[in-house]
């Protein structure tokens, strides 16, 4: 029996997934790397660094620690710099609804994002008390596809991971869940979410009545 719904943020309850995609490939083009779809899939839902990592495999040459450190927090400049005048409208379409409708129904929410940047955006987006838990990449070590994120969000939420489903927009998200050993919905394009257990088009599509009857 489902008694919770685990929501990614960016690319899911937020129009964000766009903005790190951009600002990522800003930052590789900045340093001499190919950015193309494919990398941008891959980069989708892991963390900062994770992120920096794979884009990095097609560098001209090799970076050190404190350089990495450095490109990290400049792609973070750029992220920032868009999210600074984002507020409600910047709420996918059926993003609020959904997250109510889950709520209505009697059924617990949790977010579970990999963005450090996620408190900010909670409050920018207004939405940050329609979840009962938040778990964001200031309290886990380690980054989706690992577990960790989704089964901190069930026990906030004094759940089993069973009892519980996940929503993703990226293919490192929808491994995570299950790793988790959560269902997993994925939103947005079947190639890059061909593991999930359900395919919606957008957010809006989502309905806790598929779960619940
Ligand atoms: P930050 P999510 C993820 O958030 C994004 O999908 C991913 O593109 C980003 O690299 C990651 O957060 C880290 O974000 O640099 O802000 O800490 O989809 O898990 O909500
Ligand atoms: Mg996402």
């Known amino acids: 029996e489902v008694k919770g719904v685990i929501f990614d943020l960016d690319g899911v309850i937020a129009d964000t997934a766009i903005v ?6 800003r930052l590789a083009l900045e340093i001499g790397v190919a950015f193309d779809d494919a990398i941008g899939e891959r980069i989708k839902g892991v963390d900062r660094r994770g992120s920096l990592d794979i884009l990095l495999e097609r560098a001209p040459h090799a970076y050190s620690e404190d350089e990495k450190e450095a490109l990290a927090s400049r792609k973070n400049e750029y992220y920032k710099q868009q999210i600074e005048t984002f507020g409600p409208q910047n709420l996918l379409p059926g993003a609020r609804h959904a997250v109510e409708s889950v709520r209505r129904t009697g059924l617990k929410t949790a977010l579970a994002s990999a963005s450090r940047n996620a408190p900010l955006l909670l409050e920018r987006l207004g939405i ?7 778990v964001d990449a200031n309290h886990i070590s380690r980054a989706k596809p690992d577990p960790e994120i989704f089964l901190a969000a069930a026990r906030g939420l004094g759940l ?17 869940i299950h790793a988790a050993g959560m269902k997993a919905v994925g939103v947005g394009q ?17 309905d806790i009545s598929l779960f619940t009857t």
């Open 128 to 134: 940050a008390e329609l979840f009962d838990y938040v």
């Open 160 to 176: 089993e991971p069973s009892e519980c489903i996940g929503v993703e927009d990226a293919a490192a998200g929808i491994a995570s």
């Open 20 to 25: 790190h995609h951009a600002a990522w490939k």
């Open 190 to 206: 079947a190639q890059a979410l061909a593991e999930a257990d359900l395919l919606l088009a957008d957010v809006a599509a989502f």
